[in-house]
């Protein structure tokens, strides 16, 4: 694990020099405050930055350790640590679904936020999902909400639309992907997206049954519904793009691969959530300016509708660190609009915050923001609230049984039956 040693004096900025120079004129002592984050985009690249204006007013240094991109993966090894009270680690960046199974390790953050006047400027849902027994576990400092990511120019030079259902997007995939390798451009796919066996798969997943009208795995009230033919056919469905419009290897990409594919131009379509918006945009990507975003498309049937499944981050800190009080305060400074507007501008993550949806310079870098707005209010919850201190197992049941539908070991109907079976033995004991 690298962990990064910083010095306060190497900072290029002025300001910090004299912040940390008046901090030790008074006697006070800044603190190192080590966060956990996982590496995913260019979130540990722009940490440096987003944290010195915290650094140069408190004197203190936050110092980032990167964790693995897969949520799974950092939950598995958080778990570890908390239940271990290692105080070696401050604060936690956690995923919108670990609330309820992590929450007797975080301190309460709700007095802390009113003070600082964060609760009422949150959208309450955001607040609402990481509030466990009236307490909060952690600050939002972004939510999520996936997008079809597709490519202009492709689609105007072979005469599509971008398309609005799944049999539309796997029509216009095929059809784009067969023209541009007739082309010569051999390395050209339709549709790129999550099909590892993790956490994101839950959400790829989810949002192919719930769009087809089969549910949400566990629905609110804790009625196991995941076994049902509109979700099989959901299932069968992504099934067939795997080594048609997809290469093979989507059965173990995770966001930053399809990514990869993508911004190298070799993707007619990706899912992936917006982050991937201003990195496609860069400089050195392939696709800068040739690509717009869209909802994802929709099934076929009863109930058919377009879903996306709702992710997001949060700031916990950990009951068993050595620096509480400065981690309490980096935790609201991440979460504030200062912060949460430079992770909007340099990141592209949607805010938690409902006035920075009319912040003009946030428009003017991702400018379908206002657009999104309607689509992370009324995206799809996964079952962790139902669910509780068992999301992760029933996750786990769930991507591994959508894994082996996808990667053709078995066929969607008895996957689905077998995996009712399973979270019935794990949720009605
Ligand atoms: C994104 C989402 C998070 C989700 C993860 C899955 O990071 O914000 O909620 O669990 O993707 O890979």
Not at 225 to 247: D, Y
Not at 269 to 285: Q, V
Request: aromatic share 8%.
């Amino acid at each position: 694990m690298t962990h990064k040693m910083k010095a306060v004096a190497l900072r290029s900025s002025a300001l910090a020099i004299v912040a940390a120079l008046s901090a030790s004129a008074a006697g006070a002592q800044g603190v190192e405050v080590t966060v956990v984050s996982g590496a995913v985009g260019a979130a540990v690249a722009n940490f440096d930055a987003l944290v010195a204006p915290w650094e140069e007013r408190t004197g203190n240094d936050a110092v980032l350790v990167p964790m693995p991109a897969s949520t799974s993966d950092q939950f598995g090894q958080y778990r570890l640590w908390l239940a271990a009270g290692n105080g070696d680690i401050d604060l936690y960046q956690t995923d919108v679904i670990w609330a309820p199974q992590l929450a007797e390790h975080f301190v309460d953050l709700l007095p802390h936020a009113q003070e600082a006047g964060l609760i009422e400027q949150n959208f309450p849902s955001i607040v609402e999902s990481q509030t466990v027994d009236g307490k909060l576990v952690a600050m939002p400092i972004f939510t999520d909400a996936p997008a079809l990511y597709y490519r202009t120019d492709l689609l105007e030079k072979h005469g599509r639309e971008v398309p609005t259902t799944w049999a539309e997007l796997q029509e216009t995939a095929q059809f784009i992907q067969d023209a541009e390798r007739a082309e010569g451009n051999a390395e050209m796919w339709g549709f790129v997206w999550q099909g590892n066996a993790y956490e994101g798969l839950t959400c790829d997943a989810l949002e192919w049954i719930k769009s087809n009208g089969g549910g949400q795995i566990v629905e609110a009230d804790g009625t196991i519904s995941v076994n049902n033919p509109q979700a099989a056919a959901a299932l069968e469905m992504a099934a067939g793009w795997v080594g048609t419009i997809s290469p093979e290897g989507v059965l173990a990409y995770q966001e930053e691969e399809s990514r990869g594919v993508w911004q190298t131009g070799n993707a007619v379509f990706m899912r992936n959530w917006p982050y991937a918006y201003l990195l496609g945009n860069g400089d050195d990507s392939a696709v800068k300016g040739l690509f717009d975003v869209a909802p994802l498309p929709m099934g076929e049937g009863e109930g058919a509708t377009s879903a996306a499944t709702l992710g997001g981050w949060n700031m916990a800190v950990s009951r068993y660190g050595d620096n509480q009080e400065a981690a309490i305060d980096l935790a609201l400074y991440l979460g504030s609009a200062e912060a949460q507007k430079q992770r909007a501008l340099n990141e592209g993550n949607l805010p938690t915050l409902q006035a920075l949806y009319s912040d003009e310079e946030i428009l003017a870098a991702n400018p379908y923001f206002a657009r999104w707005v309607e689509v992370f209010q009324t995206a799809v919850p996964r079952p962790s609230a139902p669910t509780q201190a068992n999301y992760n197992e029933v996750s786990t049941l769930f991507f591994t049984a959508v894994h082996s539908v996808i990667s053709g070991e078995e066929d969607a109907a008895t996957a689905l039956e077998d995996l009712e079976i399973d979270l019935q033995d794990l949720l009605e004991e």
